[in-house]
């Protein structure tokens, strides 16, 4: 007779769900993402008790009242309520670390359930044939703007050059162990970058790819604004290459201004002085420009080192449910 194969363990899957201001959308994403626990419960991938846990980071809405009608209607979902609005990152840790002694896998994903649900199954298949973390990769961004598109191509690009480990085309859908998130607690860094920490942890890894899915209700919080400055916080966190960019500038301005300067000797020796001083505001200019660019890469990395060593907390929890 054939060897029968081991029973598996169902998996204890908490599902980390970052929220502000989305109002009209809690119900329908702890829905659909509790019907997909369940599904998964049915296959012995989870366990039947797996739960969701949504964390309101400084809403100004009604998005707290729904995670608690959530919480009281299922039974099955918990709330985290921040004092204040203290950002996507941050309230996804608060997550990740008040429930990891509760959960054997923790799963982040985006309220708005652009991420496609359908590949938790893959997921929690990877983790039970020995992987520690997964990432959700999206295949296109079809979904989103023009600009958009172009704007995440440049920047995933850039990121993977400055930093090998990045995954290309992941962003916050990803699912880890407990002991993952716990060796994430042991990073006590106040400028979070999760895309790029849990590259930098290591362990097994895989990756599962989807296609972004249309928004069910409400708009995105991540104006381009905030995803420049996203862009620019992965960029910092992660890379010294602007500091070096700021020395190969200067570098290079040297050597233009030894270049000019032999120029003018000899056009003065020469006896044709160059006439005009047009080309001299230029310079000027160019030079102050450079000067002032450099002043702000600098002044950025200090200002990460000046709140690193304040040590403020990165969260603080107001209530639960």
């Known amino acids: 007779m054939p060897e029968s194969q081991p029973l598996r363990k169902p998996l204890r899957v908490c599902v980390i769900i970052p929220c502000y201001n989305e109002q009209g959308v809690i119900g329908h994403t702890a829905q659909v993402l509790l019907a997909e626990l369940d599904a998964l419960a049915a296959r012995g991938l989870a366990a039947v008790d797996s739960f969701l846990c949504c964390v309101d980071d400084g809403s100004r809405d009604g998005t707290w009242n729904e995670i608690v009608d959530a919480a009281k209607q299922t039974g099955r979902v918990k709330g985290i309520k921040l004092s204040a609005n203290f950002g996507h990152p941050n309230a996804l840790v608060a997550g990740l670390f008040t429930q990891r002694p509760q959960a054997d896998v923790l799963i982040t994903i985006d309220a708005d359930l652009q991420d496609d649900v359908s590949v938790l199954a893959r997921m929690l298949e990877l983790h039970h044939e020995g992987k520690r973390v997964v990432y959700g990769v999206r295949l296109d961004r079809s979904v989103d703007a023009l600009p958009k598109r172009i704007a995440a191509k440049l920047y995933y690009w850039l990121i993977h050059r400055m930093n090998g480990r990045t995954v290309r085309g992941h962003a916050d859908?990803?699912?880890?162990?407990?002991?993952?998130?716990?060796?994430?607690?042991?990073?006590?860094?106040?400028?979070?970058?999760?895309?790029?920490?849990?590259?930098?942890?290591?362990?097994?890894?895989?990756?599962?790819?989807?296609?972004?899915?249309?928004?069910?209700?409400?708009?995105?919080?991540?104006?381009?604004?905030k995803l420049a400055s996203l862009a620019w916080q992965g960029i910092t966190s992660f890379s010294t290459t602007p500091l070096r960019a700021v020395f190969y500038a200067g570098l290079t301005m040297s050597l233009l201004a030894v270049g000019i300067a032999c120029w003018v000797l000899w056009a003065v020796f020469s006896g044709s002085p160059i006439q005009g001083w047009a080309s001299l505001a230029l310079l000027v200019t160019t030079f102050s420009a450079i000067n002032m660019i450099s002043l702000g890469v600098i002044g950025e990395y200090v200002g990460k080192i000046y709140k690193e060593v304040k040590h403020r907390p990165r969260y603080i929890i107001e209530d639960t449910a």
């Open 173 to 225: 859908f990803r699912s880890a162990d407990a002991r993952v998130v716990a060796d994430l607690e042991k990073f006590g860094e106040v400028n979070l970058y999760l895309r790029g920490l849990f590259p930098l942890i290591g362990y097994p890894s895989a990756e599962v790819h989807y296609q972004r899915l249309e928004r069910h209700a409400g708009e995105s919080k991540y104006s381009y604004a």
